[in-house]
């Protein structure tokens, strides 16, 4: 029996991911990712400080690195990318689904960020660090239209990347949906809305909480903005001036944190 064009399909596009690898650069990144168990690792160019730095993250991965002449490393990286001497070739982080992942342990009120088409890795990688600082569940991005699991991502969000759950869906409005499923007040972040975090959280802090933020500029789509619970802003001091996403990601997680006895 011939297979149906939606199975081939799903099935070609499973086989590309388990294909697809990432360059990991930098001290910082490479250790955290030779010291995560999750990540699957595949190849390691060092230089010789590079190595002597690293000597027992190495030695915990079990991975024979490639010594390289600082002159000649030989890591396909862009050619501005500051790697320290040292580049890890691995596979992108599966955490599971987000069901999975955005469920609560039962002590505090879970909180997830959502991003709506941020593409700059940089912004990303530093949104990471935030989310990881402030305790949430998870940073959830599309498939397309976002930054994908980069070194330059994961250099910024320096280790963040290989504890803070970064994942990848196909629809942000059905991910949405999935979280208002399970209980989560979905608050979009905009500059015009006419409440603030705190007081569309009045009362309600122990809920679980999902901060929905998009790209500078452009700001949230339609669709996203019709499928959260409710448009929020962050309150500035004056009307000069605006944060950029990665910083108003940190203030949001900071606004939004969950109260002492939930």
């Not at 910082?28 to 010291?35: F, I, T």
């Not at 122990?206 to 669709?223: C, I, N, S, T, Y």
Request: glycine share 8%; net charge neutral.
């Amino acid at each position: 029996m011939k297979k149906p064009r939606w199975v081939i399909d799903k099935e070609q596009a499973k086989r590309a991911a388990a294909a697809e690898t990432v360059w990991l650069f930098g001290l910082h990144a490479v250790r955290d990712a030779l010291e995560n168990p999750r990540r699957e690792k595949l190849r390691l160019i060092v230089t010789k400080n590079a190595a002597d730095k690293l000597e027992a993250a190495i030695a915990a991965s079990g991975m024979t690195p490639e010594l390289v002449d600082p002159r000649r490393f030989t890591a396909p990286l862009d050619p501005g990318s500051v790697h320290q001497g040292a580049a890890l070739e691995a596979r992108p982080l599966d955490w599971g689904p987000l069901a999975e992942v955005c469920m609560g342990d039962g002590v505090r009120a879970p909180r997830v960020v959502l991003l709506d088409r941020v593409t700059d890795p940089h912004n990303v990688g530093a949104i990471l660090r935030s989310a990881e600082v402030f305790g949430a569940r998870a940073v959830i991005a599309p498939r397309h239209h976002a930054a994908p699991e980069t070194g330059a991502l994961a250099k910024t969000a320096s280790g963040a990347l290989e504890r803070q759950p970064y994942l990848r869906v196909r629809n942000l409005a059905e991910a949405i949906g999935e979280l208002q499923a399970m209980g989560y007040l979905v608050l979009g972040l905009a500059g015009e809305a006419e409440q603030s975090i705190e007081d569309a959280l009045e009362g309600r802090r122990d809920r679980p909480v999902a901060l929905v933020l998009g790209a500078e500029g452009p700001g949230l789509r339609d669709k996203t903005r019709e499928s959260a619970d409710a448009l929020v802003r962050i309150d500035f001091a004056s009307d000069f001036g605006s944060l950029n996403v990665s910083n108003a990601a940190a203030v949001a997680l900071y606004a939004a944190r969950p109260s002492e006895t939930s």
